[in-house]
């Protein structure tokens, strides 16, 4: 017996080491969308409560659901367990609802039961105050110990309608559709569920986020991205969260699904109410806005906006551009839907003059003879049908939108049906505005059956065309392919002597850089500036600027006061001994003694043909540091012409972050002014990125102005604010995105004695990497791909931006480069880490140039991911294998890979690695 029992034992060790090998394997967020196994801890027959209606919900389950409570013995006539380490098999998902008391008793249970996930719908934790605060941190950390994934708490549940989940206490229960919705507010989602009844929407997921403690927007975008289901997400959002979390994920899932968020805070009172309903605290709305353009999200006003958002990019193409035309059988609703239309960013589009033509000869003669194309009020079905396809097949067009209001003359149905046959096969986006209600009840289920989004009123059709706009202008940037600078790059060494100054200046108690240290840290970046020399007496003033030339100009040198101008601490134009006297004097006597530590005398530049401009960086509670650029000068406050952008910039951001100001018109040059170098100033704002992510001790630069002249650009003025010795390194403000991770760049020599750099891939490769698919065998394509993928798919632009314009936190590819005989250099591997969503694990990818295989680039390439993984803290790396791919087993193999092959002879390499 004895002998039995040990044996048994064994087998039971075994069996749960595999189940826990087989949980690290898989996602955590499929506990939560596809459990095979519930268990509802604080299941009860009470009436009207909690376990009671969560009960109810789960019994439609197609699972198994187990019931938890130690003081019940049944439930809706089923066995109760006492603990869930009592329940006879391992549970996927718990859902928790008893009092919050309870709950890390609870958590600690399911953790030593392996579950996997859990949801806490229980409140009384953060919300409540300090209390609820230490009590969530406990929880929290409980379930970390066993990896046990969390939503909640505080929340209404998770509903996973094609498989029957509904893990929450709402009265409705969801219907499968294509639409993932998730908010933080709880009672919204009932809001939402009782609405969507009644319009027959339908969900792929649905779920009440509540306090966010662990489970957050960054990991149900990503499960949500992947999941066949669902075609768009929808987010009520009262905070952000984790920034970089939610950013990752909804920049790598925008580009195939739209990611559309209503996010409350605009205004100070909205922020505090959110603030005060979560727990949490909302950040600036500015900085918020310029991160979801950063990601690709859409930002919508209203609930209604959102679902018809949502409805739209499902069904029409985005526009290319911002034209609309409008086919109305009305002045006052075409009017209202151009005001709409220009206030929201659209343009009303101008007809050619072969359209006017068209018209003219099948339209009344009163027509508009213009955009909106009035067709008249008796316009039937054929004059409907003209009108709508001239708009379309007119190349200044973006898109339509067609009005109907239903007249004695007019057959809404049969107009429809009309607009249904004009619109089929175009390109370009259709949307209409059948107004009225039984009237038009037909016409707008013909034109809903052909996907042609209808709506109310035509002023709101007319906004959700302009966003479309704008959201697929956003995404397209993403992945614009930026061109390299121009020129040597600025020195390592040099940046890297800046940051010893700068921490030297902290160290010191330095808080204002003085402008000379200002002046070397922008030249480490080669950002111009002038020649700046300090004077601590009126008679070195007079020395320095004659020794600069005249005209020069005198400013306040102070560790205390910043703004100079405030208190008449700059002197402009000084052209002599005597206005330089002058000057000191007036200096110094403005200010009180112990704010004087001398003057800086600096050459007078006059704008002349140029502009001044700002540029400046400071750091963001939630997003870390945050730039700004835009008109400068006294004025920039009142003028307000300035744009917020998050760092690292490329070319492409650069330019975008720019064109959104006004003073970008001028500086491309105005009534006979010359143009400024834009391309200069693109690589200027690239620079100043470089410096504001790299330098994370300055807490504030500010800029202003920045001289834009037809020959260049030069700071005038800079002020630099430093973060206090007493922050430590690892708590100072990290960017959001996270820049090119320069550590992995090392030098390598190749077997032919060449050198070559290996390092990690960037946006400005795709040229490169294009011409290395022309260097692929198809043998090479199928042992990469899996697939004879054809040339033409594996260049096309939109696969190759998304292969160069990695996020470095959820990827890393490497890539070899050399010069290759003509001079150029080229790309002859890559190498790819991709993190799995959900898991500290990733799989790798390699693709050698035929020529340069055998080379031992494969080898040298997997172990250099081997310690990225170790680096990036990945706990295990895999990849699939084709099973006539000797050379690739081989390379896995001598890097320290276990090669396992299946029935059918495809291998699996998969390495763990130590912590």
Known sequence: MKKAQVTQDKVARAER?????????????????????VAL???????????????????????KVLWVNPFQKTVMGREVFSSILKVPERVDLAVIATPAGSVLGAVKECVEAGVTAAIIVSAGFKEIGEAGVALEREVMREAARGGMRIVGPNCLGVMSPHVKLNATFAAHEAAPGRVAFISQSGALCSAILDWSRRDQVGFSA??????????????????????????????????????????????????????????????????????????????????????????????????GEL????????????????????????????????????????????????????????????????????????????????????????????????????????????????????????????????????????????????????????????????????????????YETPTLAAGAKAS??????????????????????SKMACNAVLAAYEIPSLPVALAV???????????????????????????????????????????????????????????????????????????ELILGSKDDVSFGPVLLFGAGGQLVEVFKDTVLGLPPLNATLARRMIERTKIATALRGVRGRAPMDMEALEQLLVRFSELVVEQ????????????????????????????????????????????????????????????AVIRPIRPEDEPMIRAFHYTLSERSVYYRYFNAMQLDQRIAHDRLARICFIDYDREMALVVERMGVEGEPEIIAVGRLSQLPGMKAAEFSMTISDAWQRHGLGTELLRRLVEIGRDEGLERISADILADNAGMRAVAKKVGFKVRTDGEGDCRAEMWLKP
């Not at 975008?221 to 929808?234: A, E, F, R």
């Not at 390592?492 to 850089?513: K, S, Y």
């Not at 100009?553 to 002197?571: D, F, Q, Y």
């Not at 504030?700 to 020959?711: C, F, K, Q, R």
């Open 206 to 303: 649905f779920v009440s986020i509540g306090s966010m403690s662990d489970v957050g927007w960054g990991d149900l975008i990503d499960w949500l991205g992947d999941d066949p289901m669902t075609q768009s997400i929808l987010i009520y959002m009262e905070s952000i969260g984790d920034p970089r979390a939610f950013l990752s994920a909804a920049r790598e899932v925008a580009q195939t699904k739209p990611v559309i968020v209503i996010k409350v805070g605009r205004t100070e009172e909205a922020a505090r109410a959110a603030a005060s309903h979560t727990g949490a605290l909302t950040g600036s709305d500015a900085v918020l806005e310029a991160a979801f353009r950063r990601a690709g999200v859409l930002r919508v006003e209203t609930i």
């Open 696 to 755: 994370r001790r300055i807490k504030e630069i500010d800029i202003n102005p920045l001289l834009a002249t037809p020959e260049g650009f030069v700071a005038l003025d800079v002020r630099m604010v430093l973060h206090g010795a007493e922050v430590a390194d690892d708590f100072l403000p990290k960017s959001v995105i996270r820049s090119y991770p320069a550590q992995y760049v090392t030098d390598w020599s190749l077997r032919d004695g060449s050198q």
């Open 537 to 611: 007496t009126v008679e070195e003033a007079v020395e320095r600027a004659e020794g600069m030339g005249w005209p020069v100009v005198l400013k306040l040198h102070s560790a205390t006061v910043t703004h100079k101008t405030e208190v008449g601490g700059v002197k402009l134009n000084l052209a002599d001994e005597a206005a330089v006297r002058r000057a000191f004097e007036a200096i110094r006597g403005g200010v009180a003694e112990g704010d004087f530590l001398g003057v800086t005398v600096e050459p007078m530049v006059t704008g002349g043909n140029g502009y």
């Open 17 to 37: 080491s595999h189940d826990i090998l087989n949980q690290m394997r898989r996602n955590p967020m499929e506990a939560i969308f596809r459990p095979r196994v």
């Open 492 to 513: 390592r060494d040099r940046r890297a002597e800046a940051g010893r100054r700068i921490r030297a200046a902290c160290d010191d108690g330095v808080t204002f850089l």
């Open 307 to 478: 679902f018809d958002m949502a409805e739209v990019l499902s069904k029409q193409p985005r526009p290319r551009g911002p034209r609309l035309s409008i086919v109305t059988n009305a002045g006052g609703p075409g009017a209202l839907a151009t005001d709409l239309l220009v206030s929201s960013g659209g343009v009303l589009a101008e007809l050619s003059e072969a359209t006017r033509a068209l018209l003219d000869g099948v339209l009344p003669p009163l027509w508009s003879h213009g955009n909106p194309i009035d067709v008249l009020g008796d316009a039937g079905a054929d004059r409907y049908e003209v009108a709508v396809r001239a708009a379309i097949e007119d190349e200044g067009c973006d898109g339509v939108l067609v009005i109907l209001t239903p007249q004695a003359m007019t057959d809404p149905t049969a107009c429809a049906r009309a607009v249904v046959a004009a619109a089929k096969g175009t390109g370009k986006p259709v949307l209409t505005s059948w107004m009225g209600a039984d009237d038009v009840a037909a016409g707008r289920v013909l034109l809903n059956e052909a996907k042609i989004p209808t709506f109310d009123y035509p002023d709101m059709a007319a906004r959700v065309f302009a966003l479309m706009w704008q959201h697929g202008q956003n995404l397209r940037a993403l």
């Open 41 to 63: 801890i604080g299941a009860s027959e009470r009436e009207h409560s909690v376990g009671a209606a969560l009960a109810r919900n789960l019994g439609s389950f197609g699972g």
